[in-house]
């Protein structure tokens, strides 16, 4: 069980949400002009020193873990479409259905050409849904606390289910890969050469925000996406809750960067003096709070953001088991509460089908056919500014994605595939 230093049990703890101003966005330089893309504003985060000499920015308290509830998003689709459930999956999609915001996430050129954008109840097409399919799902973070950082996309997931409709694969795109984002002429952007969070913040946040990424993604990658989700702020820990917690084995000791207590088990921040949380490697039963924590964690990982990428993996598959040895695919009432928890911190582009639709269509997903995979890659400085740059092997596993063969190149390179 995570613990203090002291070992005592830990509280929750309460979140505060704040607003961010607005913001304008500079020239990047474009491919070819011999300098790197630096983002609007730069940043004014504190730096401290690790032990090992290490530099790096200071954790920010308040800032919510919202692309780990992203993989509950779509943990809660599974979950609809899995085992019994079928039939009273479909009655509460159609009420998350008619619940949830619906806006256009998707750049034109990035949108598949199945679906026909958001349509009214009436106008949406009744046609099945076949593979593959490709989704694009957004995690947002806001740094209020850092007005000069602008607003990130925290997590970038491409979820991509085969022809057989039997699997997905979760492809965690790393936040700093150095990629070329397309001009924006809804904010006025020109292009140029960044992270690839940063095409989040260059397209106002967002909607917009998510149109241009998705344009990003689709050059990169040569997919056009049949949906996309955003998240935003609180509401996620609710369905860990009605859960009980999950049960999740972790390969490494992961001291919290963001959560610690004073002796009196009051919240205290670590880098303000407080006792780190401490998850020791091994299996473990985690409460919300704890595995939300959890798979916010990087800098005491050997493998650093690709082993946060793991565990955020591995998160997704312990919640759908857990809602499974709960009996929530089979109790309408317990997943009516998770619905209603979703909704209301959730913004969809479903490519004109009803999530009733995408429902059925996953129906035969389970979560021991989810495999996460990741970009071949490598940190590397330029300029004075830390990315990270793909191998080679990348492209082919961006070729992969496109044929729909990404269980062959997710068996030939076992590094960058992460199984049940």
């Known amino acids: 069980m995570p613990q ?7 509280r929750r703890i309460p979140r505060q949400l704040r607003r961010r101003p607005k913001r304008t966005y500079p020239e990047l330089p474009r491919s070819g002009d011999g300098a790197e893309g630096v983002r609007p504003g730069g940043s004014t985060r504190p730096v401290w ?18 692309w780990a509830r992203l993989l509950i998003v779509l943990g809660v689709l599974l979950m609809f479409a899995s085992g019994g459930a079928l039939g009273a999956g479909k009655v509460l999609a159609n ?4 619940s949830v915001k619906k806006d256009t996430l998707l750049a034109d050129d990035a949108r598949s050409g199945a679906g ?33 950082g602008g607003q990130r996309s925290d997590s970038i997931i491409v979820a991509h289910v085969p022809v057989t409709m039997d699997r997905v694969y979760l492809l965690s795109v790393p936040r700093d890969l150095r990629v070329e984002i397309p001009p ?3 904010t006025g952007f020109r292009g140029g050469r960044d992270k690839i969070n940063a095409a989040f913040d260059y397209g106002g946040g967002g909607s917009g925000g998510v149109q241009l990424l998705s344009a990003t993604l689709t050059n990169l990658m040569g997919i056009r996406f049949d949906g996309a989700a955003i998240v935003d702020f609180e509401g996620f820990k609710d369905v860990v809750r009605v859960l009980g917690g999950v049960d999740m084995c972790i390969d490494h000791r992961v001291v919290s960067e963001h959560m610690g207590f004073d002796d009196e088990g009051k919240f205290l921040s670590p880098h303000r003096g407080g006792r780190a949380v401490v998850y020791e490697a091994g299996c473990h039963h985690f409460d919300d709070w704890e595995a939300l924590d959890l798979v916010r964690q990087r800098y005491s990982l050997p493998d650093g953001d690709y082993g946060r990428q793991k565990n955020q993996q591995r998160f ?14 089979q109790n309408p009432l ?18 004109g089908y009803s999530i009733a639709d995408l429902v059925f269509s996953l129906r035969d997903i389970r979560p021991d056919s989810i495999v996460g995979l990741q970009v071949p890659s490598e940190p590397a400085w330029i300029g004075g500014t830390s990315y990270i740059l793909p191998f080679q092997e990348a492209e082919g596993l961006y070729k992969a994605l496109v044929d729909d063969t990404l269980e062959d190149w997710a068996v030939a390179n076992p590094t960058w595939s992460n199984r049940p």
């Open 4 to 10: 203090t230093a002291a070992g005592s049990r830990l």
């Open 49 to 66: 020193r690790r032990a090992d000499g290490r530099s790096v920015r200071v954790p920010l308290p308040g800032r919510d873990p919202i």
């Open 95 to 98: 009420r998350y259905d008619d």
């Open 116 to 148: 026909v954008g958001l349509k009214t109840d009436e106008d949406i097409p009744r046609t099945k849904l076949t593979g593959p399919l490709n989704f694009l799902l957004i995690g947002s973070d806001a740094r209020v606390d850092d007005p000069e």
């Open 184 to 186: 924006f002429e809804k």
């Open 316 to 329: 997704l598959r312990a919640l759908l088991t857990q809602a499974q040895k709960k009996g929530v695919l």
């Open 334 to 351: 317990k997943m009516d509460s998770m619905i209603r928890a979703v909704a209301g911190t959730l913004t969809v582009d479903t490519n």
